[in-house]
T-cell receptor, first 115, second 111 residues
Framework: KAGVTQTPRYLIKTRGQQVTLSCSPI?????VSWYQQTPGQGLQFLFE???????NKGNFPGRFSGRQFSNSRSEMNVSTLELGDSALYLC??????????????FGPGTRLTVL | TQLLEQSPQFLSIQEGENLTVYCNSS?????LQWYRQEPGEGPVLLVT?????EVKKLKRLTFQFGDARKDSSLHITAAQPGDTGLYLC???????????FGQGTILTVHP
């Protein structure tokens, strides 16, 4: 079956702009989680959506937001971009979510560069 | 401070050598997972350990969960260049807020 897909794969923006990233989970998976990966901080948890509801949120400012649609596809939005937002953004899907110890299936990520 | 401390951060070895990566915490976790990430890809699950003292083997990889469920190790026997990648431990706890990845160990195996 098809894996997790993320679009776009690469994105270049300038400070102050906003960006929307998209994630399509594996069919049948209801949970989508988003992570930010940087060399200095590693993989940081942003938030998890399950059946269109945000179930948990990491320690990121309100500029980072997301949503999930009825088909489980998810989008993540970052407003008023800062240089420090440059990172690889990964989404992961699982059948029952992070509390269930289910395997998380990751997409290839979106590489965001903020100039 | 990191909830999960991985060591070492970098490991560069020759093909055929053995190595161990550690994942430690002061918190107790209900489960721990190890993932491997290759350049340009997302992490892929290697194993999930749940029971304190549990040992799981995956070909040349041996995973152990500490008795107190606060730490874990990954041992690779006779490493091969194909083992090169970023190894991440991931833990979920009784408190949802404890979900976290370790900083990762970058392993390079030279032919």
């Amino acid at each position: 079956k098809a894996g997790v897909t993320q679009t776009p794969r690469y994105l270049i923006k300038t400070r102050g702009q906003q960006v929307t990233l998209s994630c399509s989970p594996i069919s049948g998976h209801r949970s989508v989680s988003w992570y930010q990966q940087t060399p200095g901080q590693g993989l940081q948890f942003l938030f998890e959506y399950f059946s269109e509801t945000q179930r948990n949120k990491g320690n990121f400012p309100g500029r980072f937001s997301g949503r999930q649609f009825s088909n489980s596809r998810s989008e993540m939005n970052v407003s008023t971009l800062e240089l420090g937002d440059s990172a690889l953004y990964l989404c992961a899907s699982s059948r029952e979510g992070l509390q269930s110890r289910d395997e998380q299936f990751f997409g290839p990520g979106t590489r965001l560069t903020v100039l | 401070t990191q909830l999960l401390e991985q060591s070492p951060q970098f490991l560069s070895i020759q093909e055929g050598e053995n190595l161990t990566v550690y994942c430690n915490s002061s918190s107790v976790f209900s489960s721990l997972q190890w993932y491997r990430q290759e350049p340009g890809e997302g992490p892929v699950l290697l194993v999930t350990v749940v029971t304190g003292g549990e040992v799981k083997k995956l070909k040349r990889l041996t995973f152990q969960f500490g008795d107190a469920r606060k730490d874990s190790s990954l041992h690779i026997t006779a490493a091969q260049p194909g083992d090169t990648g970023l190894y991440l431990c991931y833990a979920g706890g009784t408190s949802y807020g404890k979900l976290t990845f370790g900083q990762g160990t970058i392993l390079t195996v030279h032919p």
